[in-house]
């Protein structure tokens, strides 16, 4: 019975719906729109204005100048600009809100600029994305400074390099310029020289020097510091590299001139005594299957 009853309800007030001249169901449908507009629902609105049209079977400088503004707020410039060009085909000069309309083009047309430069950001971002490289992350950043994607992007920056390069003193490559090499590795003539080059150093754990940080250097600029035990990655250009590998103090180092000729190359440092003894190097990371210290020369 209860099922009945509910049942006449609904078709009772469908008739009465059906029932309403479409005027007044134009002018329920336009307020619930500026209603909706006034709570920042712009979508909701101009689904709102849709139907008022729909009712009416028409348009009128009223509805258009509420559906322009709606659009604009909804970052959607084609409905805006579609929404301008019917209100200036019925409205005269002389209606309330002709001036603002005139303005609202302005508006409309930065909107288009800006939708044009996000999607320039966005296809320069997705690029990044594919690229993965910190080179990439940088160069967003750099092109895209305050960009949508910046926070993500120095996020990506320095997993990459797990790392935050450090601002170097005046006085750095004075202290870092002298000495002999410790190691040479690699050769000039088979040398990357483009994209980047993922240098991992690993120190074994020792009791010796245990407290210890070995800070690491590439081209005068430091990168990292290796503690006892642990592994740090780090990123740099392709190209001839001059690593340092020192205490905190400058008193001891090792100063490698090291030629690239992979993209994942490796160092071992086992501190028993000066860091520049016992150090291996391999661009395969698999040091059972090499064994030969390539490259290796006694510290001068």
């Known amino acids: 019975m209860k099922k ?8 009772s007030m469908a008739c009465l719906s059906s ?12 307020l619930r729109a500026q209603e909706l507009y006034g709570n920042a629902e712009y979508q909701l609105a101009i689904e709102k204005l849709k139907q008022t049209q729909t009712y009416l079977n028409s348009t009128n400088p009223r509805i258009d100048h509420l559906l ?17 060009k019917s209100y200036f085909e019925l ?29 320039k950001e966005d296809d ?3 690029q990044t994305l594919q690229t993965n490289t910190r080179t990439a ?24 390099g797990k790392y935050q390069v450090t601002t170097r003193s005046a006085d750095l490559p004075a202290r870092l310029g002298f000495g002999e090499y410790s190691y040479i590795f690699g050769s000039p003539d ?34 990292t510091k290796v503690k006892n035990g642990s592994s740090e990655t780090i990123s740099v250009p392709a190209g001839k590299l001059i690593i340092y590998m020192l205490n905190n103090n400058f008193e001891n180092y090792s100063k490698i001139l090291f030629y690239p000729t992979s993209r994942n190359e490796k160092f071992i440092i086992d501190l028993r005594g000066a860091i520049s003894e016992y150090l291996q190097h391999s661009s395969t990371y698999d040091f059972n299957q090499n064994e030969e210290k390539s490259g290796f020369l006694d510290e001068k």
């Open 4 to 11: 009945i009853l509910a049942l006449l309800v609904l078709i």
């Open 19 to 30: 029932a309403q001249p479409p005027d007044v169901l134009a002018k329920a449908a336009f």
């Open 68 to 84: 322009t503004i709606c659009y604009v707020q909804a970052s959607d410039p084609a409905g805006a600009r579609a929404a301008v």
């Open 91 to 119: 409205a005269s000069d002389t209606d309330p809100n002709y001036m603002q309309m005139l303005g609202i083009i302005d508006e409309v047309e930065q909107l288009e600029n800006a939708l044009v430069m996000q999607k």
């Open 124 to 126: 320069f971002w997705n």
């Open 137 to 160: 992350y940088q160069n967003y950043l750099k092109t895209y400074p305050k960009g949508k994607y910046a926070a993500i992007a120095q996020s990506k920056n320095i997993e990459q």
């Open 190 to 223: 088979n040398m990357l020289t483009d994209g980047e080059i993922n240098l991992t150093f690993e120190r074994k754990s020792r009791f010796y020097g245990s407290a210890i940080g070995i800070r690491i250097f590439v081209n005068d600029v430091e990168y």
